[in-house]
C-alpha cells in the first residue's frame, strides 16, 4: 500500500490567496534507499556536498529509470521505472551490474549516448578516479573508463555532456573542487563566531578537465588546447548551451566562492573558447560579490528568445537571477523578479524551471539545506533543516508555494515519471531519504514534443495560437552533481507551430501541432 501526503499548496494567508495556486505536488511512498556520504553530522568538507540523481531510460521502454550516487561504503543503485498507474521503481542495480570495483568516494552523475548507439551511458564522478559505465543495449553497463581515456583523478564535482565542438557527438566538461586528503584534513574553521568544518577558504582549487569525443565513446583530453585551463577555481557546477546566440555550444561554470566563468566558443579554427564572464557581468552578482553556486536553472525569463541564468547560492546571501539581455549583457534582476528576500536565510543547491501547471510559463524548484551541523537561526540566521522552495511564475514575478516539511536536501531531478503528461520531482537529502513528489496538477489534455537523437543543446521556439511566445532548451537539467534530459517537452497550452535550432546551428520548422499527444522531432 502507498502511503500519500499531500503537500500544502498555499501562497498566502488567507483563504482567497489559497486558491491562487493550481500547482500541487503530492509525496508518495517509494522503495528508494536513503543517500549516504559520510558521517550523520559531516566532519570534513568532503562529506558535506552528498550525492546526485540522474534520471534516465537506460532499458530504452519509453519510462524514466533512477540513478543514485553514493558516498563512502554504500554502492550507487540503478532502479528501474516499473510505473503503471502508479510511480514504482525497482532495484535492479545487481541485475544490470552496476558495479564500481573500488570503494571510492562517489559524488556526482552525467548521463549521455556517448558512443552513439541510442543507449544512455553513465559518467561518475568521484574523489578520483572518475568512472564510465557504458550501457550495453538495456541489458547490463561496462566500466569503459580506461579505454575511453576520461578516468580523471582530481576531486569530481558535477559534470556535462555537450557537443561543444559541433561534430554531432558529446564531449565531456568536469568539475573538479579541491585538493582533500582524508588523511591531513584541513583544520577547523571560525564562521559567524561559530566553530565549523574547515575549507574552502585557504584549500587548494583544481582545474577543470574537458574532453573531446573523437568517435565510438573514445576521449582524449583537450583543457588546454581547447583554452579551459587558465582559470582554476572551486567548481561545483557547469551547463553548456549556446549563451551568445551564435549557433555555437558554450559553457557556464558556477564556483564557490570565486567569480563564475563563461567559456564562450570563438568559431575559430582550430577549436577556442574564451572566458568573458567578467565582460558579460555573470561572474559575479550585481554588487560585484563573488558567490557560492551550487545550482544552475535556465529559462528565458524575460521573453527575449536568450538563456537566462538562475543560480543557488549560500546563505546570508541570496540567489540570483542574470538576464541576458539583447547586447549579450547579463543583468543582476533577482529582486524585479522576486527571488531575493525569499532565499536570504537558505543554501540552495539543485534548482530548476519547469511548468509544473502547464500554464505556459516556467515555474522555478529549489532545494535547500545547510552544511554546518551547528547552524541555528540564532547562530548563523538560517537553519539546518531547510524547507523547499516552490516559485510559481506569476506575472512579472515569483511567487512563493510554501511546501510542508524541512530537509538536508541537495539533489533533485525532474521528469514525467508516470507519463501522464507533467513534470514530477525526485529529490534526495544528505544522507537521508529519497522523496518522490507527484505531480497532481490539473490541466486538460497535453502534448509531449520529443526530439530524437543527439539534441543535448537544441532551442526550441514555441508559437502558441493564441500569439503568445515561449522558448525552451534541451539540456541535462543542470542539477548539482545530477542529470534528468529536457529531451520531452510538456505542453497543455497550444501551439501554432515550434522552430528548432539544433546544437550544430541547423534550423528545422514544425508548421503543424497537434493539440495532444506525442510530436518526435528529427533533424
Known sequence: MKR????????????????????????IESEIAPTTCGNEDPQQIIEVNGTGLALLDFDNDDDLDLFVVN??????????????????????????GINIQEKMWCNGVAVGDVNGDGFD??????????????????????????????????????????DLDGDEDLD????????????????????????????????????????????????KEVTEQWGFSSEIAFSLNAAILDFTGDGLQDVFVGNDSMSNLLFVNTGETPIRFKNIGVKTGVSAN??????????????????????????????????????????????????????????????????GFHDFDLD????????????????????????????????????????????????????????????????DVIVAQRNGEVRMLRNDSLHDQTLTIELYGQCLGAKLEILYRDGSKSTRWVTDGFGFQSSSSTQKQLFAKAISSIEVTWP????????????????????
Open 121 to 162: 551511458d553513465l559518467y561518475i564522478t568521484r574523489h578520483g578516479p572518475n568512472v564510465l559505465l557504458i550501457n550495453n543495449e538495456g541489458t547490463s553497463f561496462k566500466d569503459a573508463t580506461q579505454e575511453s581515456g576520461v578516468g580523471d583523478t582530481h576531486w569530481g564535482t558535477s559534470a556535462r555532456f555537450g
Open 286 to 351: 550585481g554588487d560585484g560579490a563573488m558567490q557560492a553556486t551550487m545550482g544552475i536553472a535556465i529559462a528565458d525569463v524575460n521573453g527575449n528568445s536568450r538563456p537566462d541564468i538562475f543560480t543557488t547560492n549560500f546563505s546570508s546571501d541570496t540567489n540570483t537571477l542574470h538576464i541576458n539581455d539583447a547586447s549579450g549583457f547579463f543583468d543582476d534582476r533577482t529582486n524585479k523578479y522576486g527571488l531575493g528576500l525569499v532565499s536570504r536565510t537558505l543554501l540552495g543547491w539543485t534548482c
Open 172 to 219: 565531456l566538461y568536469v568539475c573538479n573542487y579541491l585538493e582533500f586528503d582524508f588523511d591531513a584534513p584541513p583544520q577547523r574553521a571560525k564562521y559567524k563566531g561559530q566553530s565549523v568544518l574547515g575549507g574552502p577558504h585557504g584549500m587548494t582549487p583544481q582545474k577543470d578537465v574537458v574532453y573531446e569525443n573523437i568517435g565510438g565513446g573514445i576521449f
Open 4 to 27: 500519500l501526503l499531500a503537500l500544502l499548496v498555499l501562497v498566502g494567508c488567507n483563504q482567497s490567496d489559497q486558491s491562487k495556486s493550481t500547482i500541487i505536488l503530492t509525496e
Open 504 to 523: 550544430d546551428g541547423a534550423k528545422q520548422t514544425v508548421p503543424k501541432v497537434p493539440m495532444d499527444g506525442l510530436v518526435i522531432i528529427k533533424q
Open 360 to 423: 505556459g510559463d516556467e515555474d522555478l524548484f529549489v532545494v535547500n539545506g545547510h552544511v554546518y551541523p551547528e547552524a541555528t537561526m540564532e547562530t548563523m540566521d538560517s537553519s539546518r533543516n531547510q524547507p523547499v522552495l516552490l516559485l510559481e511564475r506569476d506575472g512579472e514575478r515569483f511567487e512563493r508555494v510554501p511546501l510542508q516539511g524541512e530537509y538536508r536536501d541537495r539533489a533533485a531531478v525532474f521528469g514525467d515519471l508516470d507519463n501522464d503528461g507533467d513534470t
Open 71 to 96: 558516498a563512502s561504503e554504500e554502492p550507487c543503485r540503478l532502479y528501474e521505472n516499473i510505473s503503471d498507474g502508479s510511480i514504482v521503481f525497482k532495484d535492479v542495480t545487481k541485475y544490470i
